[in-house]
């Protein structure tokens, strides 16, 4: 059984840093592009980045404006996200996605992802 869990999210002020980490397990996620989303309350779903599978960095300019950093480390089967200069309106559940075809293009769109995690609550205080 395939299962993706976020982990790192939490309380923090603005301009504070948090590190994002997804552990895949029940396949072996390196021949996939891997994303992350996030959604606000009353919002839609939306993309943040993401990094194929091998290792090409891909990354919402209108979401992340330089502050955030996707990482992956194969071998551990894991993806990372590294969010700085946070600010109040990057507050929202923060979910870590895999496409399902290896070595399919990166997508931007959250139903090009077949692998979901829960989920992981960012709070950004003023």
């Known amino acids: 059984q395939v299962q993706l869990v976020e982990s790192g999210g939490g309380l923090v002020q603005a301009g504070g840093s948090l590190r994002l980490s997804c552990a895949a397990s029940?396949?072996?996620?390196?021949?996939?592009?891997m994303g992350w989303f996030r959604q606000a309350p009353g919002k839609e779903r939306e993309f943040v980045g993401g990094?194929?599978?091998?290792?090409?960095?891909?990354y919402s300019l209108e979401v992340v404006k330089g502050r955030f950093t996707i990482s992956r480390d194969n071998a551990k089967n894991m993806v990372y996200l590294q969010m700085n200069s946070l600010k109040p309106e990057d507050t929202a559940v923060y979910y870590c996605?895999?496409?399902?075809?290896?070595?399919?293009?990166?997508?931007?769109?959250?139903?090009?992802?077949?692998?979901w995690g829960q989920g992981t609550q960012v709070t950004v205080s003023p």
């Open positions: 996605a895999a496409m399902g075809t290896a070595r399919a293009t990166l997508g931007r769109r959250s139903d090009e992802y077949e692998y």
């Open positions: 990094i194929d599978w091998i290792g090409v960095r891909t």
């Open positions: 029940g396949r072996t996620f390196s021949s996939h592009a």
